[in-house]
């Protein structure tokens, strides 16, 4: 939770996160009775706030936990089977920034702070790559995010317009980089450098690319190699109660699943990936138990 003051009154953000295994661990002891301990919430959750009203902020978590524990394996009845998970609000996805609180809670029509992608979105535009904010900047950024629909379209570099920006570069052609393995059989390809998944057979590209959201530091999505073990579309945590749609596990507790809110939140998951509701569910539609899931790269964390 991040609290700011103004005019006399206290305003609340809540950023929330969730829990997983972290790196380098291997699967948890189904008999272990002590939950592990979140990481600190870190640098991202205290600068960055949603660009959106204060008077529009949701009163709940924006997170959904993702499960720390392996799941437990068991075959849904045709009843669970024929239950949708439940569709999420029509506002939940919309491409909101996450600002500077300064601009947050101003009238900002161009944003004069340095975006925290700010290098990253210059290159992309072609502009002069100085790190720092100008005019012309702001210009140029703002034009892309009322292109795609970005709110506020402030022309603040953040966490919205980079990941937007690098789906549009994926769209052609995802794996042009040939990172993830050209197979006869499906691969689900989870390109964390990117946060992109989409999956291909051979060369062709059946899904996607897709936005996602992945682990965060000290909580990554793990890398390599991986295979769909376990299919569960009304997924629910053991540990929070808290739904998890379209599940598709593939290493431990570790999902693909949708999230009823923005995957562009600052701070990334607990090591499940996260994406939207409608991506969830093409996704279920696309992989089986069986399918072959590669992961590289690491969420970039400023």
């Given at each position: ?21 972290p790196?380098?661990?291997?699967s948890?002891?189904?008999g ?20 959106v ?15 720390a ?7 849904p ?7 949708e ?10 491409a ?6 300064m ?7 161009c ?11 210059e ?8 790190g ?7 210009r ?8 795609h ?41 989870v ?24 682990g965060?530091?000290?909580y990554g ?52 990936v ?29």
């Open positions: 939770m991040i609290s700011s003051r103004i005019a006399g009154r206290s305003v609340a953000v809540l950023l929330a996160g969730a829990v997983l295994l790196v380098g661990s291997a948890a002891d189904p272990e009775s002590v939950d592990p301990v979140p990481p600190a919430a870190g640098p991202q959750s205290a600068e960055l706030v949603p660009g009203p204060v008077t529009l902020l949701p009163l709940s978590r924006m997170d959904t936990p993702d499960q524990l392996e799941p437990k394996v068991y075959t009845s045709d009843t669970e089977e024929a239950v998970p439940r569709d999420a609000p029509e506002e939940a996805y919309d909101v920034e996450y600002v500077d609180p601009d947050s809670f101003g009238d900002s029509t944003s004069e702070e340095t975006g925290v992608r700010q290098r990253e979105v290159r992309w535009l072609k502009r002069p790559v100085d720092e904010q100008s005019a012309a900047d702001c140029a950024i703002r034009a892309f995010q009322k292109k629909r970005i709110k506020p379209a402030i022309g603040y570099a953040g966490p919205t317009t980079w990941a937007t920006m690098q789906l549009v570069s994926a769209r052609d052609n995802p794996n042009a980089e040939r990172k993830c393995p050209v197979r006869t059989y499906r691969v689900a390809c390109d964390l450098d990117r946060q992109l998944v989409w999956v291909q057979t051979g060369k062709d590209v059946v899904f996607g690319p897709v936005p996602i959201r992945s965060r530091e000290g999505t793990r890398n390599g190699w991986h295979k769909v073990y376990w299919r569960h579309k009304n997924h629910v945590s053991s540990l929070y109660k808290s739904p998890m749609p379209y599940s598709q596990f593939f290493s431990g507790g570790q999902a693909f699943h949708g999230v009823y809110g923005s995957i562009f939140t600052p701070v990334g998951s607990m090591g499940c996260n994406m939207g509701l409608k991506e969830a569910r093409k996704l279920w539609g696309v992989l089986k138990k069986g399918d072959r899931v590669y992961v590289w790269g690491h969420r970039p964390e400023k």
